[in-house]
């Protein structure tokens, strides 16, 4: 096999999307620096032209968003540093003391810590509702686990380990013919799936932009529609209303503090572009494609065993599996060092997931594709898996 350790001829294989896309279109990058050089002041925290210009751009930011995701009202857009900066905030501002939690063990550390938490504090109460073997929660199994006072439904779009995507349509029809906020983790699946908060009647959604959103590290945030009730959990200086010592009512401002991550959210914008401009509705259908390639070649190798079911149009582009003989992590070192290709092992921050599959403690490896991939990777990610089974078999 000659895809061995990368050089300036055979540049590394990246997959490992799924934790931060890597690298960006260099267009992006390009236009991020270039606006941000015309226009690096704090948005709108001065009356000079610059400041309006950047101010102005930066609610135009709020509507593209708020468009990407089916929301109404691009106020209800507000900027934090990542999906789980995002998912703290609504966690914590739409709960209240006595209250109940709906959660599932396909979540992220970034719901079941804060939930964790609130309930080592003495605020709250929850209740995790567990996968099938398809890797979903139905809206049948979120629905028995609601109890009066639960307050709040939150689950993630899409999972980080498994792929799969749940039915937030049907989710959301119970939690809105029962009166209940439904929070979802879009960290995995905005940029690959098409969402509709009305439609779906999604209260609060987080997001990154680091991720399939092709934006920078360091942005994110949470969309509410307008009828949300959520409270802010931070408090400072938000450009208007500086006379008051509460937090200002409206929105954004109610849930912004501190000057905005400008060049970041420059970045954000122009992933978004680039994705609309080159048609993200197709993104999904040929990574799926690929990623059905990368799990039928790694499926097909005895000794390999592979997690979750078949990608398609229910799954975002990944694929976990282990290796017979190879602790994860070493998979992942011999990955690297030997064949230059950069995958995720571990635990994927998503213990009760591994738990329920059987491959806590060690994790798994993780192969996560992304807009570049090509399906020659994927099949030099195969060969290279054959021939680490081969060598562990001879030794």
Known sequence: MENKKPNMDNPFIYMDHAATTFPRP????DRMTARYRRMGCSPGRGGYDMAVEAGQYIHQVRQRIAAWFGA??????????????????????????????VSTTLEHNSVLRPLYHLRQSGRIDYTLVEFDSRGIVTP?????????HTRLVVINHASNVLGTVQPIAGIGQICRNRGIPLVIDT??????????????HVSALAFTGHKALLGPTGTGGLVTLPDVRISPTRFGGTGVESLRLDQPEAFPHRLETGTLNLLGIIGLDEGLIFLETSGFRKTLQRKAALASQLR??????????????????????LVTCNIDGIHPSDAGMILDGDYGIA????????????????TSPGGAVRFSLGWNTTQKEVEQSIEAVKEMVSETSLS
């Open 140 to 148: 049948e199994a979120i629905a028995r686990a609601i109890r009066d």
């Open 296 to 317: 039928q070649g790694l499926a097909a190798i005895g000794g390999v065993t592979v997690y979750g079911t078949a990608p398609g149009p229910g799954h975002v582009p």
């Open 187 to 200: 960290a995995q699946s905005a940029g690959f799936i098409p969402i509709d908060m009305e439609s779906w």
């Open 26 to 29: 260099s267009g992006v990058l």
């Open 72 to 101: 109404p009202d691009p106020d209800r857009v507000v900027f934090t540093s990542n999906a789980t900066d995002a998912l703290n905030l609504a966690i914590s501002g739409m709960t209240r003391p006595g209250d109940h939690v």
């Open 343 to 358: 995958v995720r092992t571990g635990l994927h921050c998503a213990p009760l997931v591994h738990e329920a599959i059987g």
